[in-house]
T-cell receptor, first 114, second 115 residues
Framework: AQSVTQLGSHVSVSEGALVLLRCNYSSSVPPYLFWYVQYPNQGLQLLLKYTTGATLVKGINGFEAEFKKSETSFHLTKPSAHMSDAAEYFCAVSRYNAGNMLTFGGGTRLMVKP | GEEVAQTPKHLVRGEGQKAKLYCAPIKGHSYVFWYQQVLKNEFKFLISFQNENVFDETGMPKERFSAKCLPNSPCSLEIQATKLEDSAVYFC?????????????FGQGTRLTVV
């Protein structure tokens, strides 16, 4: 069984500050890891994903995440927050043998203060 | 089409009424997934299809929920005799193959409100 834990249901940062959204997972097999963003009344948009290879993954809008197997983590970062980054962020995991069925974390709402 | 199209965007049903939601996957995508999002956070996997065949239905409630993907028609998710607890946003996603590393593309969701 897989599970995803996102620490902090709400994160508030100032514009220009570092964004750090935490994600830890548990999986009995090597996972594939995803970060999705959801803007109000919208569907999910993929920010980035880790499958194999380089553990530091760069995504859209200046976001990146690092897969750390020893810590079972896949934290999302952005060096400088922008007002437009305010949204809900979801970490998700899938297994190679489970199709694309995603197991999601509970989400983190990012608020950006001017 | 180039995006997953879900209809309607909003649906209001009285308790006990039937609700039917539709999803047109991206053209060429063989896999379709339905997720239920409650309370703005928790996503629950419901069911997936490979073309018109059920691929994984481990998340589907045993009663009242059914889904289909028929050739040349939008996929559908139907809830018989809706209950208040069915109020949620239902997302459809599609992908070109079943590889776990493959991105799933999500529609904008259908917000079901049961009153």
């Amino acid at each position: 069984a897989q599970s995803v834990t996102q620490l902090g249901s709400h994160v508030s940062v100032s514009e220009g500050a570092l964004v750090l959204l935490r994600c830890n997972y548990s999986s009995s097999v090597p996972p594939y890891l995803f970060w999705y963003v959801q803007y109000p009344n919208q569907g999910l948009q993929l920010l980035l994903k880790y499958t194999t290879g380089a553990t530091l993954v760069k995504g859209i809008n200046g976001f990146e995440a690092e897969f750390k197997k020893s810590e079972t983590s896949f934290h999302l970062t952005k060096p400088s927050a922008h007002m437009s980054d305010a949204a809900e962020y979801f970490c998700a995991v899938s297994r190679y043998n489970a199709g694309n069925m995603l197991t999601f974390g509970g989400g983190t709402r990012l608020m950006v203060k001017p | 089409g180039e995006e997953v199209a879900q209809t309607p965007k909003h649906l209001v049903r009285g308790e006990g009424q039937k609700a039917k939601l539709y999803c047109a996957p991206i053209k060429g995508h063989s896999y379709v997934f339905w997720y239920q999002q409650v309370l703005k956070n928790e996503f629950k996997f419901l069911i997936s299809f490979q073309n018109e065949n059920v691929f994984d239905e481990t998340g589907m409630p045993k009663e009242r929920f059914s889904a289909k993907c028929l050739p040349n028609s939008p996929c559908s998710l139907e809830i018989q005799a809706t209950k208040l607890e069915d109020s949620a946003v239902y997302f459809c996603a599609s992908s070109p193959n079943q590889g776990g590393s493959t991105e799933a593309f999500f529609g904008q969701g259908t917000r079901l409100t049961v009153v």
